[in-house]
């Protein structure tokens, strides 16, 4: 009777302990009156210490939504004629393997800096997804928020 007992309370902890690890949540906003169109030049800049290489996904997917004009590299680099400065923040945990904890998208105007739009994932371990997965889940939250105009 108390090996049964034991067996229950151990499996109560255990379901209790893996619920705490199971958070996900998509946040965007847009500026009102800022629009993300295909005809405007995108610049995404990369971290110097992203071994990753996630500034290539954002630029790639960013393609693939039909924004024609993206280009990527350093800071110092931005190309004259930029219209939107694309940045990006990314956190990594470990739970047996490295995984993408966070992903912050930013969209700035390249001539004062103001903040036309952001975008963020965040998922724990049990619900994480691949980089590729998570770029592509900002940005839909993104465009999907610009185009309900909300």
Known sequence: MKSRILVTLSLLVALTALTG?????NTSRVLPDATINPDKTYYVVHHEDDPRQIYQVISREMRAMGLHHVSHGPENG?????D????????????MTNYLLMLKIQFRDASNNLLLARGQSYRTSLVRKSVEEMVQETLVGIFSYDEKGA
């Not at 931005?78 to 930029?82: L, N, S, V, Y």
């Open 84 to 95: 939107v400065i694309v940045l990006y923040e990314d956190r990594w945990m470990w739970d």
């Open 78 to 82: 931005i190309p004259e004629g930029t």
């Open 21 to 25: 690890c199971y958070v996900q949540y």
